[in-house]
């Protein structure tokens, strides 16, 4: 895999947050520095955040994650707020500027927004400023929802970003280093696959489980984006978030997690 120009980083909450509460600022720091880096050999950069729950929950002092539609937006809108400040600074000491971009699935399938919003990433990245983004989870109604005019989680909403900004790569950042052929968690002899040329019924069974209290995705979401990104030409890799040394990897087409190549 050769080094690649526009790259998509898509981060989790469980990247984020800590298993306790609160934002994990460390991270958040290795992150705005290591994407700056990025950024300035060249690249690029575009970032698709979670954690908007998980932070408004720490904001607010909520121990576990809300279930009720409502109250699940005003968390977000919370958290949304604090994270994007958190972000601002950040990057900021770096010498990073960042851009915040919010909305939904029926944007994208809505041709004149989707040629704005379009605009607006190319419009950002020429005045030499990082894209944030998340889904618009304020703004996801009831009706919304069931009408599945809503992403529901942020690696698909990754996927989505790469394919319309017509990036070269998507890095999924998350807890752990890739896909492995069984659960590392509970098997120490679970090993990690280095390269995926295909997602076939294998491939997918191998994804399974689900997201942490704080977050709503899984192996399973990743690879399904995996997939939407390769339909669309566009590699992807799947890595550990917490070490920096992943992100610069995968910038420079090197080894790093999991990659699912689309040549």
């Known amino acids: 895999m050769g080094e690649k120009k526009r790259i998509v980083f898509k981060v989790g909450t469980s990247t984020l947050c800590h298993a306790a509460s609160g934002l994990n600022l460390r991270n958040i720091d290795m992150l705005a520095r290591a994407l700056t880096d990025i950024k300035n050999e060249g690249h690029e950069v575009i970032l698709v955040s979670s954690g908007a729950i998980g932070t408004g929950m720490g904001k607010l002092r909520l121990a576990e994650r809300p279930s009720d539609l409502r109250l699940k937006q005003a968390v977000s809108a919370v958290g949304q707020c604090e994270l ?49 983004v998340n889904e618009n989870d304020s703004v996801g109604i009831e009706e919304i929802e069931s009408e599945q005019k809503v992403f529901g989680d942020n690696d698909t909403l990754s996927a989505t970003v790469a394919t319309l900004t017509r990036a070269d790569l998507l890095v999924i950042l998350t807890d752990i280093d890739g896909l492995y052929d069984g659960d590392p968690r509970v098997d120490p002899g679970a090993r990690r696959i280095p390269v995926v040329r295909e997602i076939d019924d294998e491939i997918a069974a191998l994804a399974g489980g689900v997201g942490s209290r704080f977050g709503t995705g899984g192996m399973a979401t990743k690879v399904s984006a995996a997939r939407i990104a390769l339909e669309a030409g566009i590699d992807v890799v799947i890595t550990d978030g917490s070490e920096p040394k992943n992100l610069y990897a995968a910038a420079r087409g090197l080894a790093a997690g999991t990659l699912f190549t689309a040549s």
């Open 84 to 132: 994007i400040h958190i972000y601002d600074k950040f990057f900021g000491e770096y010498g990073a500027m960042v851009g915040q971009i919010l909305f939904t699935k029926e944007d994208v399938d809505r041709p004149t927004v989707r040629q704005n919003l379009l605009g607006t990433f190319e419009a950002l990245i020429k005045l030499g400023a990082i894209p944030i």
